[in-house]
């Protein structure tokens, strides 16, 4: 309050320098002009789009033709579109596997960098590669490694014994959504890591040793004493992860196109198939949209779970 | 942690982490053979006598050369640079100044806002990016650089201003209340006094932006058009396949060539990477 009083005295000196300074001398009026710049963009390229994309999916418009109001025919359609529902299950299951493998590597990777040892500033550097190089392009390494009559895994397979002839990893409709988890967790596994290993730091090494004095083994050290403490930050970064992940367009768009036969299509692909390869852009974006519910139950989740822990 | 035995060591520590180094970087060393293999090597069968996958005995420039003479590889490269810069710059202003409004002014619905602006950065490119398309088009931003300039933003101010919300609230409220005294305005105290010490932040939003923008691609995949607007991930997408057919040679050196920006940065400044990581995910 006293901050608001000296401001409200200097006014007149200041307006006599310059009436823009004194117009700034108000909280409220600095907080506006601070946060303008923001609201802008956020509110033309994020909360435009998104009344404009509930809109175009409540009309029938293609490219170039802005199309009539139909109501819900385009949920009603792509909710009997056995392809939308094939999209569905592998986005929830696609989500769900490469969360568990990416946690549960994760955390081993954080706890292995957690110790000290020669190197351990590098290692954990270029641990962070596949996590920085642009998706697009590291994925394409991957897609060249799969590729079924050059595959370097295949030959590393058959040499050591474990194959006896080709796998067609992106072309058979099973091992294709295996294959795009696995370049998946591949790329989160860094981020998962780096982000516990931050979390691991926090804790004193002195509750370790409380507990090994009292007699607790190595296993039981880290699930008494670690995991409660790091849960926090596990939380939000899996929440962070799976919305990312529930999303993902470029892995799959680049291993497989959605293919073979449709089968490894995720919400964004298809979406993206119908709205821009069809030019359907009423239909795709509600299937974009039909991410929706999902989003805002984790985001809520996420926003409840910061609010407790900030409130504790 | 681990106590024990010299084998335990081994069977606990340095065989998982030697396996999940090799893991992690064997695609790049993939990318990297790739891009120097002759053509003739590289169309070898995995189950021919001769393939020999992890070493060329005649490395050759061919396929880097072909890219940047015959291809627009380089002109994507400058397409990248100019937007990651100028999206990162606009993003660390906006970040900046949002971040300091919510962690230091009194205003109304101060609390709402930040929630706000927190609900954006976990948007999605993917959700929206159909009705953006639209609205690009509308503004006549479509196949332009700023289409992407001015959608970019929109996913880095949201992890920028509460990453720099953190460091301001850190920044002890005296040194400012101390320049006030001496009568400097809020706007000066804020640039002169709190700015320099958030330095660090700045620097780690900065990358953590400079990262994301240039391995961005739903929206640079959609709203470009012409082949010399596109950026690296688009470009080496769309220009180096025709059809089924993939020039895998260009096509690694692409994506090797198309890392090093990103790569030299993040050399240079890991330890700001890290902090801008960690921070955005901690909020």
């Keep these: 309050m006293s901050v608001t009083t000296t401001a409200a005295l200097r006014a007149p000196e200041a307006a006599g320098r310059g009436r823009l300074k004194g117009l700034f001398e108000d909280e409220r009026r600095l907080a506006f002009a601070l946060l303008f710049p923001t609201m802008l963009l956020l509110g033309l390229f994020i909360a435009y789009p998104f009344v404009k994309g509930v809109m175009l999916s409540l009309t029938n418009a293609k490219v170039g033709e802005p199309g009539e109001w139909v109501g819900l025919a385009n949920f009603a359609k792509i909710w009997n579109d056995a392809i939308f529902r094939t999209a569905v299950w592998n986005t929830f299951w696609y989500t769900a596997v490469t969360t568990v493998f990416k946690l549960a590597l994760g955390l081993w990777l954080a706890v292995l960098l957690n110790r000290h040892f020669r190197g351990k500033a590098f290692v954990r550097a270029f641990i962070l590669l596949p996590f920085i190089i642009p998706t697009v392009l590291s994925t394409f390494a991957w897609k060249w490694m799969f590729d079924p009559t050059f595959s370097v895994l295949n030959w590393s397979f058959y040499k050591l014994g474990l194959i006896g002839g080709r796998i067609n990893w992106l072309g058979d409709p099973d091992l294709a959504m295996a294959s795009v988890m696995i370049v998946n967790i591949w790329r989160g596994v860094p981020f998962y890591a780096i982000s516990l290993l931050a979390g691991l730091q926090t804790i004193s090494p002195e509750l370790h040793e409380a507990a090994a004095i009292d007699g607790a083994r190595p296993w039981q050290r880290f699930w008494h004493v670690t995991w409660p403490l790091l849960l926090p930050v596990t939380m939000v970064v899996v929440l962070f992860s799976v919305i990312q992940t529930f999303a993902d367009f470029q892995l799959v768009y680049v291993l497989t196109g959605g293919g073979p036969a449709n089968a490894t299509h995720?919400?964004?692909?298809?979406?993206?198939?119908?709205?821009?390869?069809?030019?359907?852009?009423?239909?795709?974006?509600?299937?974009?949209?039909?991410?929706?519910?999902?989003?805002?139950?984790?985001?809520?989740?996420?926003?409840?779970?910061i609010r407790r822990v900030e409130t504790r | 942690m681990i106590e024990g035995a010299v084998w335990r060591k081994w069977v606990f520590f340095y065989i998982p982490l030697a396996?999940?180094?090799?893991?992690?970087?064997?695609?790049?060393?993939?990318?990297?053979?790739?891009?120097?293999?002759?053509?003739?090597?590289?169309?070898?069968?995995?189950?021919?006598?001769?393939?020999?996958?992890?070493?060329?005995?005649?490395?050759?420039?061919?396929?880097?050369?072909?890219?940047?003479?015959?291809?627009?590889?380089?002109?994507?490269?400058?397409?990248?640079?100019?937007?990651?810069?100028?999206?990162?710059?606009?993003?660390?202003?906006?970040?900046?100044?949002?971040?300091?409004?919510?962690?230091?002014?009194?205003?109304?619905?101060?609390?709402g806002l930040g929630t706000g602006i927190f609900v954006t950065y976990l948007v999605p490119q993917t959700l929206l990016f159909i009705p953006l398309s639209d609205i690009v088009r509308n503004f006549r931003l479509g196949d332009?650089?700023?289409?992407?300039?001015?959608?970019?933003?929109?996913?880095?101010?949201?992890?920028?201003?509460?990453?720099?919300?953190?460091?301001?609230?850190?920044?002890?409220?005296?040194?400012?209340?101390?320049?006030?005294?001496?009568?400097?305005?809020?706007?000066?105290?804020?640039?002169?006094?709190?700015?320099?010490?958030?330095?660090?932040?700045?620097?780690?939003?900065?990358?953590?932006?400079?990262?994301?923008?240039?391995?961005?691609?739903?929206?640079?995949?959609?709203?470009?058009?012409?082949?010399?607007?596109?950026?690296?991930?688009?470009?080496?997408?769309?220009?180096?396949?025709?059809?089924?057919?993939?020039?895998?040679?260009?096509?690694?050196?692409?994506?090797?060539?198309?890392?090093?920006?990103?790569?030299?940065?993040?050399?240079?400044?890991?330890?700001?990477?890290?902090?801008?990581?960690?921070?955005?995910?901690?909020?």
């Design chain 2, 144 to 283: 332009t650089p700023w289409a992407l300039i001015l959608t970019y933003p929109t996913f880095l101010i949201p992890f920028c201003t509460w990453l720099m919300m953190g460091y301001f609230k850190a920044i002890p409220k005296e040194l400012e209340e101390c320049a006030r005294i001496d009568g400097a305005s809020r706007f000066k105290a804020m640039l002169y006094i709190i700015l320099p010490i958030a330095v660090p932040g700045i620097l780690s939003a900065g990358i953590f932006a400079f990262t994301l923008s240039w391995n961005e691609f739903i929206y640079a995949l959609v709203f470009l058009s012409s082949p010399e607007q596109k950026t690296v991930p688009v470009g080496v997408t769309s220009e180096l396949i025709r059809g089924d057919v993939f020039f895998w040679g260009p096509l690694m050196a692409g994506a090797l060539l198309g890392s090093i920006p990103v790569a030299l940065v993040y050399s240079f400044f890991v330890e700001h990477y890290v902090a801008g990581l960690t921070g955005s995910v901690k909020g």
């Design chain 2, 19 to 111: 396996a999940f180094v090799f893991l992690l970087l064997f695609p790049f060393y993939w990318m990297i053979i790739t891009a120097v293999r002759p053509d003739a090597e590289l169309y070898r069968p995995w189950n021919a006598p001769n393939y020999a996958p992890f070493w060329t005995a005649n490395p050759t420039l061919e396929h880097i050369r072909y890219l940047l003479e015959e291809t627009l590889f380089s002109t994507w490269m400058l397409n990248t640079m100019i937007i990651a810069l100028v999206s990162t710059l606009i993003s660390l202003v906006c970040g900046v100044f949002a971040g300091y409004a919510l962690a230091r002014l009194n205003f109304p619905f101060a609390g």
């Design chain 1, 266 to 305: 995720l919400f964004a692909t298809y979406a993206y198939q119908i709205a821009i390869g069809t030019g359907l852009l009423s239909e795709g974006a509600a299937i974009s949209l039909a991410m929706f519910p999902v989003l805002f139950l984790v985001v809520v989740v996420q926003l409840l779970y």
